[in-house]
Every structure is written in structure tokens, then in C-alpha cells.
């Protein structure tokens, strides 16, 4: 009877804990952009963004994209959000990459909530150089990045209403092409 009673409160603490170890990726790649070169000022000057910590891209001949977010209007949470992207053409290889999408206006933020938003093939983004690593396991897999003021840098202007960096996190492919990416909405509970 003690061990089903433990058993209990270990899967509670787990629960509890698992919404804290996932807010962590979030503020881990929310201060990464802040301190990666221009990308602060648009944190003071944004009406809201949306982060995504890891994006997974991948082709061959198709490829396909995707990424779980979060999104902020002036620093407070208030929902989530799922980035899908398809492609076609000669592609090879496979990356992982953070994404930062800031929103100049709250017209810019209503248009990304209504949930069927997509970038035009006119966005680009601006890659961000900064160190990375990744790894692999019988315990899973994880990819990091890191930037300073030193290693990494950023310039990029808004364009309707939208600004989008990347950092790479590790992979095969060049370059992280946002063009095409559409995007789901949730609003927070």
C-alpha cells in the first residue's frame, strides 16, 4: 500500500514539474535572442512575438518543417502556437533551428492569431551566427544553442508588420528558408 502511495505522489510531482521543464526551453530561447545582437531592441519595441525553441526541417526531394511555440504580447503569455511548412524541390539534409517572429503592431498580432497565418514567399529571415550543438541518445534528443554579443549578430527591419530571426542549432542544411511556413493558433486557458 506505501509503494501505490508513492507511486501517486511521484506521478503528481512529475506532472507538476514537466510544464516547468518545458517552460524552461522557452526563457532559454527567449534570453538567447534577447542577448544575440540587434534582436533586444525588438523586444523593447515589439508589441508582441512568438518563439519557437526547436524547429526540425528535413528533405529529400520534399521537405517538411515543423515546430511547437509560444506566444507573448508585451512579455505576457498568452497562448500557443504550431509552425508546418512543405517544400519541393532539390533539397537534401535535415536541421534544427530557433525561430523568433516579432510583431510590430497589434494589428500585425491579430493577424497571426487568427489562426491561418502563413509567410509569403517575400519573408525572409535573418540567421543569426551563434554557436550550436547537438546530440543524440538512448535517452533521447536534444539541440542547444548560444549566443553572445561577440558571436552573434543580427540586423533585420520589419516587414508588413513581421520581423523573423533564426539561430541554427545544427544540421546539413544551409539555410533555414521561412517562406511558405503556416501557422496555428491557441489562445491560453
Not at 518545458?22 to 534570453?31: E, G, H, K, L, S
Not at 538567447?32 to 526547436?54: I, K, N
Not at 520534399?62 to 503569455?77: E, I, L, M, S
Request: with cysteine; glycine share 12%; hydrophobic share 45%.
Amino acid at each position: 500500500m506505501k509503494s501505490v502511495k508513492w507511486q501517486s505522489v511521484a506521478c503528481v510531482a512529475l506532472a507538476l514539474a514537466a510544464p516547468l521543464a518545458r517552460a524552461d526551453r522557452y526563457t532559454d530561447t527567449v534570453a538567447l535572442f534577447r542577448h544575440a545582437g540587434q534582436t533586444a531592441e525588438f523586444f523593447r519595441t515589439s508589441y508582441g512575438y512568438a518563439v519557437f525553441p526547436t524547429i526540425g526541417k528535413g528533405g529529400f526531394i520534399v521537405g517538411a518543417a515543423h515546430g511547437d511555440g509560444r506566444v507573448y504580447q508585451r512579455g505576457r503569455y498568452i497562448g500557443d502556437t504550431s509552425m508546418t511548412q512543405v517544400s519541393v524541390g532539390f533539397q537534401l539534409g535535415g536541421q534544427a533551428y530557433s525561430e523568433m517572429v516579432f510583431f510590430q503592431t497589434p494589428a500585425a498580432l491579430e493577424r497571426f492569431e487568427s489562426g491561418k497565418y502563413a509567410f509569403s514567399a517575400d519573408v525572409s529571415a535573418v540567421a543569426i551566427t551563434a554557436s550550436a550543438s547537438a546530440s543524440a541518445g538512448t535517452a533521447g534528443a536534444s539541440a542547444g544553442a548560444s549566443g553572445t554579443e561577440t558571436h552573434a549578430t543580427a540586423a533585420g527591419l520589419y516587414q508588413d508588420g513581421v520581423a523573423v530571426f533564426t539561430i541554427a542549432q545544427g544540421g546539413l542544411m544551409y539555410q533555414a528558408a521561412v517562406a511558405g511556413q503556416k501557422f496555428s493558433f491557441k489562445p491560453a486557458h
